[in-house]
């Protein structure tokens, strides 16, 4: 997996506890999850993009 192992997910859980605190943790975790789910919806539906240019006039 990316080549993280168990000490570099202790390290880096530890440094966002420390920069975001406990409470924030879940607001976080979901704010990243929405973030991915809209990427992969955007990847998905690429080909449905309608271009519309607003007129100059």
């Known amino acids: 997996m990316f080549g993280f192992g168990v000490p570099e997910l202790l390290i ?3 440094i966002m506890i420390m920069i975001f605190g406990v ?3 879940p607001e976080v975790g ?3 999850g929405k973030a991915i789910n809209n990427f992969k919806k955007a990847i998905a539906d690429k080909d449905q993009v309608e271009i519309n240019p ?3 006039a």
């Open 23 to 25: 409470g924030k943790l």
């Open 12 to 14: 880096i859980s530890v």
């Open 54 to 56: 607003k007129n100059e």
């Open 30 to 32: 979901s704010s990243f």
